[in-house]
T-cell receptor, first 113, second 112 residues
Framework: NAGVMQNPRHLVRRRGQEARLRCSPMKGHSHVYWYRQLPEEGLKFMVYLQKENIIDESGMPKERFSAEFPKEGPSILRIQQVVRGDSAAYFC???????????FGPGTRLTVT | GQQLNQSPQSMFIQEGEDVSMNCTSSSIFNTWLWYKQDPGEGPVLLIALYKAGELTSNGRLTAQFGITRKDSFLNISASIPSDVGIYFCAGLTNFGNEKLTFGTGTRLTIIP
């Protein structure tokens, strides 16, 4: 049973470019969460999605960041016009239902040069 | 916002020793989760706790959900080299709020 898949594992972007991070949840999981982790820190919540719906985006910056979880295909976290401060590890998690434990993917490490 | 304070921040122990770490919060959580993260990897779920007072084991790991709902503890018995890593607690309120709040982490190092 495959776990949460994320790609790419590493992504390098120049300032001003766009970054697209993909997440495929575990089979049977319809709840997806995105978190950001800076070095030596814990993970910080960004957004919670169910299929085709954003349920909670209270942790996501209002500008340049967006997320989607379409009916078909992976969840996408999109960062437009990246800046150096966006450099971090971005983790996706999934769960089978609300209030259940969340299982994490291996993360995408974004470096903005 | 909610904050979880984890202690100790780091631990240096010898192989075979037992380990204890804890997590405290200023507010109540209804679910406590403990994760381990290796360098360059995502957090791996170790134990999930759903009821106040609950004591749950997973092999050499034992975790407890504090009675006040504001704290949790993780113990590792007879540590082995593969226990090295960063341990995070995480809390979930479940009141229509699905975001995990993570602790600051405890870095475990085993001295040869």
């Amino acid at each position: 049973n495959a776990g949460v898949m994320q790609n790419p594992r590493h992504l390098v972007r120049r300032r001003g470019q766009e970054a697209r991070l993909r997440c495929s949840p575990m089979k049977g999981h319809s709840h997806v969460y995105w978190y950001r982790q800076l070095p030596e820190e814990g993970l910080k919540f960004m957004v919670y999605l169910q299929k085709e719906n954003i349920i909670d985006e209270s942790g996501m910056p209002k500008e340049r960041f967006s997320a989607e979880f379409p009916k078909e295909g992976p969840s996408i976290l999109r960062i437009q016009q990246v800046v150096r401060g966006d450099s971090a590890a971005y983790f996706c998690a999934s769960s089978p239902r609300r209030g259940h434990e969340q299982y994490f993917g291996p993360g995408t490490r974004l470096t903005v040069t | 916002g909610q904050q979880l304070n984890q202690s100790p921040q780091s631990m240096f122990i010898q192989e075979g020793e037992d380990v204890s770490m804890n997590c405290t919060s200023s507010s109540i959580f209804n679910t406590w989760l403990w994760y381990k993260q290796d360098p360059g990897e995502g957090p791996v779920l170790l134990i999930a706790l759903y009821k106040a007072g609950e004591l749950t084991s997973n092999g050499r790991l034992t975790a407890q959900f504090g009675i006040t709902r504001k704290d949790s503890f993780l113990n590792i018995s007879a540590s082995i080299p593969s226990d090295v890593g960063i341990y995070f607690c995480a809390g979930l309120t479940n009141f229509g709020n699905e975001k995990l709040t993570f602790g600051t982490g405890t870095r475990l190092t085993i001295i040869p």
